[in-house]
């Protein structure tokens, strides 16, 4: 049988609305076949495994994420105004993403392989996205508080801490930041930190 990317993209589609409201323990290759209105033998020709099918919808959930985050950041002129933007941007949509949510709130800090896997797919996709907005400030001399030598370790931090905010938004009692503060807080850190 051939692959249809067409397919294999309304498979994930159905299986992110599962995943989304039951969580991916929960969730079924059946109930992913049945709502896919799809045969299980092919929704196993198009992944190997559940896992496979949940790496797939996390990668698609990336992917819109990063879409929606760079076309806001795009429109902004200076290296501090992008970084309030992503901020901000980033941390809304994270919480709004389910399955990224689920990921962030379990699976990162319950380890294993298959977890410490996603966990550094979605660290590694960050602190790139990051290092080129570092670069591209270093490009045009709106960010000399390091040289391109350092970049790598800044990025971590970074990355680390923007986690702190979302995992402390999912998991606190009192819901998530309040946007107001956040926005107040990203314009500080980037007005501080990156220049």
Avoid at 30 to 38: K, T
């Amino acid at each position: 049988m051939v692959l249809d990317e067409n397919v294999r993209r309304e498979i994930v589609a159905h299986a992110q609305v599962l995943f989304q409201r039951y969580g991916m323990k929960k969730t079924t290759m059946d109930e992913i076949a049945s709502s896919s209105g799809r045969a299980k033998s092919t929704i196993y020709h198009y992944f190997k495994s559940k896992d496979d099918v949940f790496d797939a919808v996390l990668r698609k959930e990336l992917q819109d994420l990063r879409k929606h985050v760079k076309a806001l950041v795009d429109k902004e002129d200076s290296l501090c105004s992008k970084f309030e933007t992503y901020l901000v941007e980033y941390h809304k949509e994270m919480v709004n993403k389910g399955n990224l949510y689920r990921l962030s709130q379990s699976d990162w800090f319950t380890g294993g392989a298959v977890s410490y896997k996603r966990f550094d797919y979605l660290r590694k996709f960050e602190r790139d996205y990051i290092k080129r907005l570092l670069e591209d400030g270093i490009d045009t001399g709106e960010f000399t508080v390091l040289d391109r030598s350092e970049l790598d370790w800044f990025c971590e931090v970074m990355v680390a801490g923007f986690f702190g905010i979302v995992r402390y938004s999912l998991e606190s009692s009192e819901g998530s930041i309040d946007q107001d503060k956040l926005v107040k807080a990203s314009k500080l850190f980037s007005s501080k930190l990156l220049t």
